[in-house]
């Protein structure tokens, strides 16, 4: 009994590893100070995001890039972030409140290794992406200047899914997700920039 009561608690740590996602604070450790300390060693890099100056393209985009990762694939949880950080405003005005937006939605490192043990992956599908109405009044609340011409909001929902393995049996789970992208185009750059995203789940409505 007592061995079956073991691998009860196991499976179940196993399921909730997939299950679990980021924001408030659990998928990143509070004690987590300055920038994770990973190998040096070459790792393979994700996919790069291609230029575009259709908003809405870039958005799809930035929103399956910041859920989509492999523990399999030798990357690491920085690697994905570099990548929506490196498609952030080149001004570097932005830049450490993006990157501290990105780690928000990527697991940390203690997290990361656990869910490298069941070989999780993660993959977003879309359902919705709009303008949402508080972004009108936004723009209109800015001060002048407080805007870059070509800023836009959209908000995203859609479904987060993990699937990973366990005792060589597939492991699936999903959970619904919505979040704001803050992306800014054309005139203000040749191809669109990531400038923030919402908090998980708290997005613009």
């Not at 009561?5 to 100070?33: C, D, H, K, Q, W």
């Not at 939605?105 to 109405?133: C, G, H, K, N």
């Not at 909001?153 to 492991?171: P, S």
């Not at 919505?178 to 409505?205: A, D, K």
Request: proline share 7%; aromatic share 8%; charged share 20%.
């Amino acid at each position: 009994m007592a061995a079956a009561v073991v691998v009860v608690l196991v499976v179940g740590v196993a399921i909730f590893g997939l299950a679990r996602g980021p924001g408030g604070g659990t998928e990143s450790s509070p004690s987590e100070t300055g920038s994770p300390s990973w190998s040096t060693a070459p790792r393979p890099q994700p996919e790069q995001l291609a230029d575009t100056a259709d908003s809405e393209v870039f958005a799809r985009q930035v929103a399956r890039a910041l859920f989509t990762w492999d523990t399999t694939s030798g990357a690491a949880p920085i690697d994905y972030a570099q990548v929506l950080v490196e498609a952030g405003d080149p001004t570097g005005t932005e830049t450490a409140g993006l990157a501290s937006d990105v780690r928000s939605y990527l697991p940390a490192p203690d997290v990361w290794a656990q869910l490298s043990r069941y070989r999780t992956r993660q993959w977003l599908v879309i359902d919705t992406l709009e303008v949402p109405d508080a972004w009108a009044d936004a723009q209109e609340q800015a001060a002048p200047g407080q805007l870059l011409a070509g800023t836009t909001a959209y908000t995203a929902t859609g479904t987060r899914h993990r699937a990973g393995t366990w005792d060589g049996e597939r492991v699936e789970a999903e959970q619904a997700v919505s979040f704001t992208l803050f992306v800014t185009c054309r005139p203000s750059f040749e191809y669109c920039r990531l400038l923030r995203l919402s908090e998980l789940n708290n997005p613009l409505h």
